[in-house]
């Protein structure tokens, strides 16, 4: 049962403007689910069987060059959906799902997501105002990956983060999530190499810094300057 729930999912925009019997009336219809840091969620070609948002952890959408190589599209947080173009259109998952941390999500299948959207129509705006959101995001990651040095990208998607994800600190905008300069350079699409002759400058510069294994950004006016 998911009763113990309920704090959570009033987070949750799909949810947030439903009653506590609505959201009582939602609970067969969802499952918990957790997944180890490193499992694949959904790959993509699959079919889309679910429908799915973060409880606790951070999901990474990725999809593979032709080369070979990962490049990660899209964190995804705590409240966030994923799973969704595919789930409502009824293709393909385009992209691969994976837990970046140990983490634990929500899921509704496919049919069950179109009985909700029946009994609450609201949810089919909120869930595509999300969607335009997102895709907007991968559109403009994979922009900048075609069009723009390394140095841009990274500054563009540290800022990124500290928008979706940051919070106050006494060194400045700590981003609250644990990555490596592996998983920078897979979001930009360049090499670990590089990701780390990139930070080195920034933190020469006294743009970035590290604490507790996160970065702060220091000086997001000195950061914007590379990524405009």
């Known amino acids: 049962m998911l009763g113990s729930m309920k704090t959570p999912l009033k987070k949750v925009a799909l949810f947030k403007d439903l009653s506590d019997a609505e959201l009582k009336e939602l609970e067969p219809y969802l499952a918990t689910v957790k997944f180890k840091k490193r499992e694949t969620i959904f790959s993509e070609g699959e079919p889309p069987e679910w429908f799915y948002f973060v409880l606790a952890g951070k999901i990474k959408i990725t999809k593979l060059s032709h ?19 595919a789930v ?55 922009k900048n990956i075609a069009l723009e040095r390394v140095e841009a990208r990274i500054a563009a998607l540290l800022l990124k983060l500290a928008g979706k994800v940051g919070v106050s600190s006494k060194d400045g905008t700590l981003i ?26 920034f933190k020469k510069q006294g743009l970035v810094t590290e604490s507790g294994g996160k970065f702060v950004i220091r000086d997001k006016a000195g950061l914007a300057s590379f990524s405009s």
């Not at 080369?67 to 173009?85: A, C, Q, R, Y």
């Not at 259109?89 to 140990?102: I, T």
């Not at 969607?131 to 994979?142: E, Q």
């Not at 930009?188 to 190499?193: C, D, I, L, N, P």
């Open 176 to 201: 609250d999530m644990r990555l490596t300069k592996q998983d920078v350079a897979d979001m930009v699409g360049t090499t670990v190499e590089t990701s780390i002759r990139t930070f080195s400058k």
């Open 88 to 142: 409502i259109r009824g293709f393909p998952y385009p992209a691969n799902a994976v837990a970046m941390e140990d983490s634990e999500v929500v899921r509704i299948s496919r049919k069950n997501l179109m009985r909700l959207v029946d009994r609450f129509p609201n949810l089919m705006y909120l869930i595509a105002m999300q969607l335009g959101d997102r895709m907007k995001s991968s559109y403009d990651s994979l």
């Open 67 to 85: 080369e070979g190589k990962e490049i990660i599209l899209e964190v995804i947080s705590p409240t966030d959906i994923f799973g969704g173009v």
